[in-house]
């Protein structure tokens, strides 16, 4: 590309787009044209390279990570997939956008994040490879235009289909363009490709795997394991983030390919962690209000436009999401009821304030209160979270506490020794309750099709 003032190139496109526009830009200037939203399922950040993880898992992330800015501290209010996806495109807390669990659908007149960006003459683009996802059931492709919102479960296709429409479509006309891709290859089962087995795991192991009968089995029999098994199931579970991984480097040579990278502003996220026995034996999420389930890794990156190697270690929430990536575009929100906060700021490299306060919940009867030192749930109706697989138990106590700066991982409930911040944290509960605009969520209709998509993923028992 000819050298030409970086300032007067980006004014030649937002001029363009505002002529061609017929939607609300902002009067804010954009700092990007383009953007990218890059999820995977089921990340528990303290695996990646970037967050600490043991293995290297993650080479591309980490890279992303050291160009851009990695928010240390981001939490989803629901570890479960749909609740917290649309969390992601509302801005609103579960029980706001209504869709508590993976069998509700959002309501149609919630404004999402890509009907927004298609109003303001945005060409938007999803591949998604769970089911979970699929659009015409969750509603959560509202903004897609027909043929545009792909389910592809082969999820080596849907890099080939997303690295196509990257090269041959992506930033090839003066419209924006807004590509979404979603990868579920981390989610339990852990069975990593043929090409990655053993890059984490001894080929010489012999015990538990990490097949749903396995995992399964060593958290309905509260089994103990040896850390070696431990590492093991661990390695495996890393092995399939390294797969996506790889995808995602794929995805980001073809942006770079485009010529438009520098306009595009890139983000990396999952949408829930992974207990992987960190708590009551268990490996999957569903059941989950810990920190291994609710913490999220975040990365925002543009060349030129994002701070480089800025790690912000303040609360942020995945509420914060769709505010960010609004003002960074010089996009208006006609959406009311929004929970975020702009993170602009720290992308822009400056300092600012983030949450006091981050809460979580499991469905709508366990909740969570964290600051910076201390981790609250307050499990008011003494409920169990109870399956899948529904022969296991998964018990919360009333009220746990946990001192953060000595157990991060929240393995020792402190709860009966420190009556005043359990109280200080219940109180802060009860008044987030009290100001949520709760709105219940349509039922997904539940067809044979989506009882077995449920099944697949394990959030369903098998069989009648
Ligand atoms: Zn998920």
């Not at 992303?64 to 509302?90: I, N, W």
């Amino acid at each position: 590309m000819p050298a030409m003032n970086p300032l007067l190139f980006r004014l030649s496109w937002v001029v363009l787009a505002l002529l061609t526009a017929c939607g609300k830009e902002s009067s804010a200037d954009p700092r990007a044209k383009h953007l990218v939203l890059l999820t995977v399922d089921t990340v528990r950040a303290d695996r990646l390279g970037c967050y600490g993880g043991p293995n290297p898992a993650s080479p591309t992330v980490d890279r992303l990570a050291e160009q851009g800015v990695l928010f240390e501290h981001a939490y989803t209010p629901r570890g479960l997939t749909l609740p917290s996806m649309a969390t992601f495109f509302t801005s609103k807390y579960p029980e706001e956008h209504g869709v508590t669990d993976n069998k509700k659908r959002l309501r149609p007149d919630e404004v999402l994040l890509a009907e927004l960006l298609r109003e303001s003459g945005f060409r938007n683009r999803a591949y998604v490879a769970t089911l979970i996802l699929r659009p015409e059931r969750c509603n959560i492709e509202q903004g897609f235009l027909p043929g545009t919102y792909a389910l592809v479960a082969d999820e080596v296709q849907m890099t080939r289909d997303a690295v196509r429409f990257l090269d041959n479509k992506f930033g090839k006309t003066e419209r924006r363009e807004f590509l979404w891709v979603h990868y579920l290859a981390p989610h339990a089962p852990y069975k990593p490709p043929k090409w990655l087995q053993h890059q984490f795991t001894d080929p010489a192991y012999e015990g538990p795997d990490g097949s749903r009968k396995s995992l399964d089995g060593i958290y309905v029999n509260q089994v103990e394991l040896e850390e070696e098994q431990r590492r093991h199931i661990e390695g495996l579970y890393d092995e399939s983030i390294r797969f996506t991984d790889d995808a995602i480097g794929q995805i980001l040579e073809a942006l770079d390919r485009t010529g438009v990278r520098d306009e595009t502003l890139v983000v990396f996220a999952s949408d829930h962690g992974e207990d992987l026995y960190s708590h009551n034996y268990y490996y999957y999420h569903g059941n989950s209000i810990y920190r291994s389930c609710t913490q999220v890794p975040l990365i925002f990156q543009q060349s030129g436009q994002v701070a480089v190697g800025h790690r912000v270690s303040e609360m942020v929430s995945t509420l914060d999401f769709l505010p960010t990536v609004l003002g960074w575009l010089g996009i208006e929100d006609t959406g009311t009821g929004r929970r975020g906060i702009d993170l602009g700021p720290w992308l822009r490299g400056e300092e600012a304030d983030g949450r006091p306060l981050i809460f979580s919940q499991w469905d709508s009867t366990i909740f969570s209160a964290r600051d910076q030192n201390w981790s609250y749930i307050w499990n008011p109706q003494d409920h169990t979270p109870s399956g899948p697989p529904e022969e296991g138990e998964y018990p919360i106590e009333t009220e746990e506490l946990y001192d953060l700066s000595n157990d991060p991982d929240e393995q020792f409930n402190v709860a009966s020794s420190h009556s005043k911040i359990v109280e200080r944290l219940k109180r802060a509960v009860q008044r987030w309750r009290s100001e949520l605009q709760v709105r219940r969520g349509e039922d997904a209709e539940l067809t044979e099709e989506l009882l077995q998509d449920l099944r697949e993923l394990g959030y369903l028992e098998d069989g009648p």
